[in-house]
Structures are given as structure tokens and as C-alpha cells.
């Protein structure tokens, strides 16, 4: 057998090191505070300790309203202190409902000091911008970021959903502060692979954090069409061969990128969080992974 090449050391993100799975809080919504907080320990203890948040979130999956998942891990946060010290926080701003993306620099500027209230924190490790505004210009943008650094208020920036040319424009006046970016990246949405974006992050040390490594699901889902039949054929296939899940291996697959993805999981349930994990002992060589990317699209690779 040939080697792995699913890689499950920490990740470089910036000056600070993180896990190679990420606790993502987008269904983090329950209102139970008891079981929000022990689902964050258990993420914790896991080595997820990059936990990503946005401002937004809230607004869908049973949340009370935009910014209620930052103001319910900040109850988290206050409840046990300690939280916060074994956690890298992550947030997003730059949604607004109804605008729909505004950076601008008295928008943004609002949206880091809301979320700092939510939170209950003094500063945010990785503040990134959640979709591009097109109306706002890279250099303006990376003048307001570079002025939450500057104040002490957000250590490191990155952005989310943008294109290779955005990401480069921004870089160009930003320069080393600009430390990530955000794709969705899985088994079924192989865009950041021949986008551009993962070899830019590895031509300016980017650090990618992948989200939906599940396709939000889709991948689990046999009856969802827009799944090719025969990917969940060879990820099953694999899953049984290493004795793990389907949804394992389509997170190994992430983790194996040289680029060297951070894989964001937002499952809201313990034992599925450890069950994920075990996608860090998968092993996966380059024809297993090959394979995979002919399945999911389709057509046999030149």
C-alpha cells in the first residue's frame, strides 16, 4: 500500500497553530446552555480548537435572529472562562440583511463591535470579511482590517466565498496580515481544486479552511440526486476497506490536499464530532483520492 497522504498535523494559521478539524457554529443554536457547552468541550477536547462563527449566523437553523450564535457562545464563554483560553475564535462580518454585503469601513467597523459585545471578548483571533462587497475597494478594505490589528482588537484576518482575483487584490494591499480564506471544498464541490484558489493559498501561504466538507450533508444523503451514485459507491467502498464511516472518508479526502485545508464540521451531536475524528487515522494514497474526484465528476481524468 502506498502512503497516506491525508494530513492530520496542526495547520499554521498565522502566528498561532490550530487542529486540522474546526468546530464550525452555523447550527449552533440550541438553547440549552448546559448542552451548548459541553458540545463545545467535546470539540475542545478533540483538538478542534479553531471555532468559527459569524455574526449572521442565527438567522437559520431553529436561531432566534441574526447574531444569536455569537451571543449564545459568548454565555458559553462566560460560564467557563477557560473556554476561551484553549479556543482560536473565529467570527465573520460584512452580511447584512437586505443590503446584502456591505464593507465598508463604518460597516464593518460596526459589525466587529457588535460582535465583540455578543461574544463577551476583549479581541477576535481570526476576524474575516463573509462575502465580497463589490463596491468596496480592496485597498479601502485592507486599510479597515489592517485598523482592527492595529488596535488590538483582532489578531489575524482572512476572507470567505471570494474568487483567486479578489483574494489578490486584497493581498496586494493587505500583505502577510491577510492570512486565509474560506471555500466550500468536498467530495461533491471540488471548485477551490480547479478554481485557482488552493494554489494560490499555497503560492502566499493562505490557509484554507474548508467548509461544507459534507456538502452540508448531501454526501450522507442516498437519496439526494445531485450526489453522483457512484461517488458514494467508491467512498463506501473505501469506508468499508479502513472501518470507518462514509463521511470519514469525505473528510479525510479534504485533509489531504497538499495545500493543507482546515476541514470545518458543524455537527451539533458528541458522539458524531468523535465519530468525524477518526477521519484523522483514515489512509488515503493517491489513487484513492483520484478516484474519488473521477466519481464525483463524472468523467474519467485526461
Request: glycine content about 8%; proline content about 6%; some cysteine.
Amino acid at each position: 500500500m502506498h502512503d497516506s497522504l491525508v494530513d492530520a498535523t496542526p495547520r499554521r494559521l498565522g502566528h498561532l497553530t490550530v487542529g486540522a478539524l474546526s468546530f464550525g457554529c452555523w447550527r449552533f443554536t440550541t438553547p440549552d446552555l448546559d448542552r451548548a457547552g459541553a458540545l463545545l468541550d467535546t470539540a475542545l477536547e478533540l483538538g478542534m480548537d479553531l471555532v468559527d462563527t459569524a455574526d449572521v449566523y442565527g438567522l437559520d437553523w431553529n436561531g432566534t435572529g441574526f447574531g444569536s450564535v455569537e451571543e449564545l457562545l459568548g454565555r458559553v464563554i462566560a460560564a467557563r472562562p477557560a473556554r476561551r483560553d484553549a479556543m482560536v475564535l473565529a467570527t465573520k462580518g460584512g452580511i447584512i440583511p437586505g443590503i446584502p454585503y456591505d464593507s465598508s469601513p463604518a460597516a464593518l467597523r460596526s459589525a466587529l463591535d457588535a460582535s465583540l459585545r455578543r461574544l463577551g471578548v476583549e479581541h477576535i483571533d481570526l476576524y474575516q470579511v463573509h462575502r465580497p462587497d463589490l463596491f468596496t475597494h480592496p485597498e479601502v478594505l485592507a486599510d479597515t482590517l489592517r485598523s482592527f490589528i492595529d488596535s488590538g482588537r483582532v489578531s489575524m484576518v482572512g476572507v470567505s466565498n471570494v474568487t483567486v482575483a479578489q483574494t489578490r487584490a486584497l493581498r496586494a494591499h493587505l500583505g502577510d496580515a491577510l492570512v486565509s480564506t474560506q471555500p466550500e471544498f468536498s467530495a461533491v464541490h471540488l471548485d477551490p481544486l480547479r478554481d485557482g484558489t488552493f494554489d494560490l493559498c499555497m503560492e502566499l501561504d493562505l490557509r484554507p479552511l474548508a467548509w461544507s466538507p459534507l456538502a452540508g450533508g448531501r454526501l450522507l444523503d442516498d437519496t439526494d440526486a445531485s450526489v453522483r451514485p457512484g461517488l458514494r459507491e467508491v467512498l463506501d467502498e473505501l469506508a468499508g476497506r479502513e472501518g470507518v464511516s462514509r463521511a470519514c472518508i469525505a473528510i479525510a479526502f479534504v485533509l489531504a490536499h497538499p495545500a493543507r485545508p482546515v476541514a470545518i464540521v458543524g455537527t451539533q451531536q458528541p458522539d458524531r464530532l468523535r465519530e468525524l475524528a477518526r477521519a484523522q487515522q483514515v489512509h488515503l494514497d493517491r489513487t484513492d483520492l483520484y478516484r474519488i474526484i473521477v466519481a464525483s465528476e463524472g468523467v474519467p481524468l485526461p
